[in-house]
T-cell receptor, first 114, second 114 residues
Framework: NAGVTQTPKFRVLKTGQSMTLLCAQD?????MYWYRQDPGMGLRLIHY???????AKGEVPDGYNVSRLKKQNFLLGLESAAPSQTSVYFC?????????????FGPGTRLTVL | KQEVTQIPAALSVPEGENLVLNCSFT??????LQWFRQDPGKGLTSLLL?????REQTSGRLNASLDKSSGRSTLYIAASQPGDSATYLC?????????????FGKGTLLTVNP
């Protein structure tokens, strides 16, 4: 099993450019999440999904969009990148959200916006 | 709003020492508390998950306790090894308004010196 994979691993963008981060999981998990990790801020939830075709806003959703067209994939889009979006982005998935299941994390995408 | 605090922010110990990492949270209405490990440039790996009804969990040299009423958890690492060097993150899963939100602390950076 590959677990949770993220594409790409690194990316540099110019202000105003767009990009899509891809997360894939092979564990048949219903729940998927996008976080960003910034120095001194910890991990913060951007968006999450409780199943195929559904998405919801997390703590810091502004400037991001997501889609969950297939159960195994969760896409994070930046329509017009800003320097404030320079961060490390982590995707995670879990079987349920009921308290007995942990979240499995991908290796991260390091994004720099110039 | 849930807030999670980890003390100390950094800890350096000699190999073989037993050590305790601390985590506190402000809202006791949680589903569970989890401890994660993060190696430099990597994603998060779940170490222990304590459900709200439990008091502690053990895995090998790791023991995590939970006192929900006081909003505290500790991660005890016995006989520390250089391979334990990493950042340890505490996270709580909130019940109530949002069932799907993990709130993370900023982590404790542990260095175990040979």
């Amino acid at each position: 099993n590959a677990g949770v994979t993220q594409t790409p691993k690194f990316r540099v963008l110019k202000t105003g450019q767009s990009m899509t981060l891809l997360c894939a999981q092979d564990m048949n998990h219903e729940y998927m999440y996008w976080y960003r990790q910034d120095p001194g801020m910890g991990l913060r939830l951007i968006h999450y999904s409780v199943g195929e075709g559904t998405t919801a806003k997390g703590e810091v959703p502004d400037g991001y969009n997501v889609s969950r067209l297939k159960k195994q994939n969760f896409l994070l889009g930046l329509e017009s990148a800003a320097p404030s979006q320079t961060s490390v982005y982590f995707c995670a998935s879990s079987y349920s959200a009921g308290g007995i299941d942990t979240q499995y994390f991908g290796p991260g995408t390091r994004l720099t916006v110039l | 709003k849930q807030e999670v605090t980890q003390i100390p922010a950094a800890l350096s110990v000699p190999e073989g020492e037993n050590l305790v990492l601390n985590c506190s949270f402000t809202d006791s209405a949680i589903y569970n508390l989890q401890w994660f490990r993060q190696d430099p440039g990597k994603g998060l790996t779940s170490l222990l998950l304590i459900q709200s009804s439990q008091r502690e969990q053990t895995s090998g040299r790791l023991n995590a306790s939970l006192d929900k009423s006081s909003g505290r958890s500790t991660l005890y690492i016995a006989a520390s090894q250089p391979g334990d060097s990493a950042t340890y993150l505490c996270a709580v899963l909130n019940s109530g308004g949002s069932n799907y939100k993990l709130t993370f602390g900023k982590g404790t950076l542990l260095t175990v010196n040979p």
